[in-house]
Every structure is written in structure tokens, then in C-alpha cells.
């Protein structure tokens, strides 16, 4: 059976952060994800975890001044040492909500940078993380995002993120599968989770165009739950969607 998680990053917006998971429960949710929780105290939110029964399985890896314009960090030459010591953090958070897989983003390529400088950078960033979340105990994900949304980002196809994931050369680093961006990029999702599903280890859903609930736009959710329960996925499914109303009143597609 598929199991769902909320995204309280993009659910449950019209209250802060905390009181969101409150609301995931009452929602019917048993997990939530979330894009940063650094914003709390990571003992606050598991004691908030704890007393609605929730299990928080997976956030992101600290990625800049994302109200400056960060995306990310693991692809800049100059920001190495900003992006490592990001990963004891990253750590120490997973450890204390009890998070297994943290995602790492990538990051925008800057004006005039050589492709192979950033790739380089990206490799070195991502082994060296992935080293230290191995003595952790965690994996490490790398998620490729559409350049619509985020024009310059510098993963953004599946086969991409699973050539780097080879030259990293880590076991514990693994592929984050949105549905939302890779139906904008190159499409085909039923055949490409079919053909990577074993280098994946985290999806997550939202419908095109818009970026809100499924059932809303093109992708047929029905057949692709299917697709994943019939190829045996058992890990969570995040609901990283914008709602087009309350969350609440848009869960109806959820099977």
C-alpha cells in the first residue's frame, strides 16, 4: 500500500510552520515532510512529532538564503565551505526528528561558470556528504528540478541525477523523483521510474500545470500510484503540491 506524506512546507500555509502539523494530522496524514526545519528548534518539533503520533521522513539539507535567491549550494565553487559545514546540521536534525534520507539541492549555475567546474564541485560536495551521512546512518538524495520554475538549476533530468549519482560512487546516495518537475522536463514518468526505480528512494507529487493537488492538470495519477505499487515502491510519497483552495477540501484524490 502507498503511504503519503505532507508537505508542510507548501500544506497548511495559512498558520506557521508548527502549527502545521497539527493539521497534517487532523488531515488524516501519519508523516509529513518538510523543505527546511531549520527555522525551529529541531527538540520543539519533535516533541510536536511525538504528541500527534507523526513521523517527520525527510527535510532538506540547509541551501542557502533562499529569500536572496538560493537554491542550493552543492554546485558553487565558491560556497564549499558554507555547503559542508551544512551537513553536521543537516545531521544533527535528521538525528533528532528522526529522519532516515535528507535531500541535497543542487543549486543554480552562476553567469559565465564552466559546466565542468560546477559538476566537479557537485561530486565532490556530494561524496563528501554522503561519507558523513553513511557514518550516520542516513542517505543522502539529490533531486533534479525543472528550469522552468528555476531556470538555471543545474540538475534537472532523472538520467543526469543517476550519472552523478555514479561518479559519486556512494552507496547511500539515491535519486529524489518528483513528479511535478519531470513531467516539465522529459515526461515519460511511468517508464522512467520503471527503468531507475531501484536508484530512487523518495517520491513526490504535484500535477501540472500549477503545481497544485493531483487530479487538477495532465498527469494521470491514477495509473502512476498504480504503476509504483505494481514495481513494489515502499517508500513514502510526498505531497509537495500548492493547494488550490484549503488542503483539506483537495484531498479527494488520494487513494
Known sequence: ??????????????????????????????????????????????ARLDDLDLRMVLHN???GDW??????????????????????????YAHALGVRQVNCLAGIAPA??????LRCTLVDNLRF?????????????????NTFDMPGFFLNRTPQAVALLDDVGEPNVFVQYDA?????MEGELAATLARYLPRIAHVQVADNPGRHE??????RFEFLFAELERLGYDGWIGCEYRPTGRTEAGLGWMP
Do not use: W
Request: aromatic share 8%; with cysteine.
Open 214 to 219: 493531483p487530479g487538477t492538470g495532465e498527469i
Open 67 to 92: 529569500s536572496a535567491g538560493d537554491r542550493g549550494l552543492a554546485c558553487l565553487p565558491a560556497r564549499v565551505d558554507e555547503f559542508r559545514a551544512g551537513v553536521p546540521r543537516a545531521i544533527a
Open 112 to 117: 559565465g561558470a564552466l559546466h565542468d567546474d
Open 129 to 145: 556528504a554522503a561519507r558523513a551521512f553513511a557514518a550516520a546512518g542516513l542517505k543522502l538524495l539529490v533531486e533534479p528540478v
Open 1 to 46: 500500500m502507498l503511504r503519503f506524506a505532507a508537505n508542510v512546507s507548501m500544506l497548511f500555509t495559512e498558520v506557521p510552520f508548527l502549527d502545521r502539523l497539527a493539521l497534517a494530522a487532523r488531515a488524516g496524514f501519519a508523516a509529513v515532510e518538510c523543505q527546511f526545519p531549520y527555522e525551529a528548534p529541531a527538540a520543539e518539533i519533535r
Open 180 to 184: 511535478y518537475h519531470m513531467q516539465r
Open 61 to 63: 539539507l540547509p541551501a
